[in-house]
């Protein structure tokens, strides 16, 4: 098993400011959906989030963490929801499953070994079954933010597309997701070295711009953005 990177304080603080970016969480709660089957796990669930919005969805669904802490945290947000089982988990593994998908959003970059993990994901999920990432874009965005929080890289679709593939995947859809995020993070954690934290300027941009990033990105996929969205399937 690999360690845990990143400094955790710092990573739990961003999940707490993050998680007032409500229309920012729909909106990529919506990009996986389609892809979840009907008990999929998700990989580094945090404060649990994103699993409580898929569950409304589905009949089942698993949500992980690594980190002792916020498993703890995340155990007791969830004990009132029967239908999201909690359990600790590392990438890579060696376990195997049967889940109709995975699902890991912003975990990837944190894993040198990010090959490793998305074999760990495929082995994971039953054949034909999806494996969905999201992963923050660019390297020139690495920022003392992006340090502070343990990541070692961030992505292309092309990196992420090379990664899937050498991990036996196929990729099914991928593409950036929110232009102008990537401009407002850049300028706020690289030139103003600030970390993504609750305030106001995520609370500006998450009830006035990102509805309409979100709204122009549904008509034209955009050649740059905050992050990359990826689909691939296990082979049969």
Known sequence: ???????????????????????????FVELAVPYLGDNPIEI?????????????HLPRITATEAD??????????????????VRQMLLPHSE????????????L??????????????????????????????????????????HVRRYTKKSLAAAMTEAGLTVEKIHYANALGLIGYF??????????KEGPMVKI?????????????QRLRPPFGQSVFAVARVPG
């Open 1 to 27: 098993m690999a360690d845990i990177t990143g400094d955790q304080r710092i990573q739990s603080e961003v999940l707490e400011g993050l998680a007032t970016a409500v229309n920012h969480r729909t909106w």
């Open 44 to 56: 580094g669930s945090g404060l649990g989030d994103y699993a409580l919005a898929w569950s409304e």
């Open 68 to 85: 002792p802490d916020r498993l703890v945290r995340l155990k007791e947000r969830l004990a009132d929801h029967p239908t999201i089982e």
């Open 96 to 107: 195997r499953g049967d889940y109709s998908a995975a699902v890991s959003y912003n975990v």
């Open 109 to 150: 970059e944190h894993i040198e070994d990010h090959v490793a993990a998305l074999r760990s994901l495929r082995d994971l999920v039953r054949p034909g079954g999806a494996v969905i990432i999201i992963v923050p874009a660019f390297q020139f965005a690495m920022s003392p933010a992006d340090i502070a929080t343990g």
């Open 187 to 196: 300028m706020a954690t690289k030139v103003f070295r600030l970390m993504p």
């Open 205 to 217: 941009y998450d009830s006035l711009v990102l509805p309409v990033t979100k709204a122009a990105e």
